[in-house]
C-alpha cells in the first residue's frame, strides 16, 4: 500500500502563484509516478501532469505545461506541483496519485491524496 498526504493549497488571487505538496510513505516509491489532476465543481477529474519518480521525467497536459511544473524531492518523499499565473479558472480540488507508468488517465492510478482546495479569485 502506498499512502499519499497532500499540502498547501488555499486562497489566492489571479496572478499569483502556489504550491501543494504530496508526501508518500508505505510501499517503495521508485516504480511509480507521482500524477496531478484537478477536478472542479461539476466537472471531470482532469489530468495535470505526471513525474517518473525514479527518473524525473515529466510529462503534462498541453494546457497546463505552460504554467505548471512538477518535481519531486527523494529525501523528503514528496512531489510538488508548482502553479504561476495562477486564473480563476484554476480553482479546483488538486490530487496527487501514484501509479505505473506516465499516464494521464484517473483509471491508470492506484493510490490517491485526499484532495487539496485552491480557489482563485479574480
Known amino acids: 500500500q502506498v499512502q499519499l498526504v497532500q499540502s498547501g493549497g488555499g486562497l489566492v488571487q489571479a496572478g499569483d502563484s502556489l504550491r501543494v505538496s504530496c508526501t508518500h510513505s508505505?510501499?517503495?516509491?521508485?516504480?511509480?509516478?507521482m500524477g496531478w489532476f484537478r477536478q472542479a465543481p461539476g466537472k471531470d477529474r482532469e489530468f495535470v501532469g505526471t513525474?517518473?519518480?525514479?527518473?524525473?521525467?515529466?510529462y503534462y497536459a498541453d494546457s497546463m505545461k505552460d504554467r505548471f511544473t512538477i518535481s519531486r524531492d527523494h529525501i523528503n518523499k514528496t512531489g510538488y506541483l508548482e502553479m504561476n499565473s495562477l486564473k480563476p479558472e484554476d480553482t479546483a480540488v488538486y490530487y496527487c496519485?501514484?501509479?505505473?507508468?506516465?499516464?494521464?488517465?484517473?483509471?491508470?492510478?492506484?493510490?490517491w491524496g485526499q484532495g487539496t482546495q485552491v480557489t482563485v479569485s479574480s
Open positions: 496519485a501514484a501509479g505505473y507508468g506516465l499516464g494521464s488517465l484517473p483509471r491508470e492510478y492506484d493510490f
Open positions: 508505505g510501499r517503495t516509491f521508485s516504480a511509480y509516478a
Open positions: 513525474i517518473s519518480w525514479s527518473t524525473g521525467t515529466t
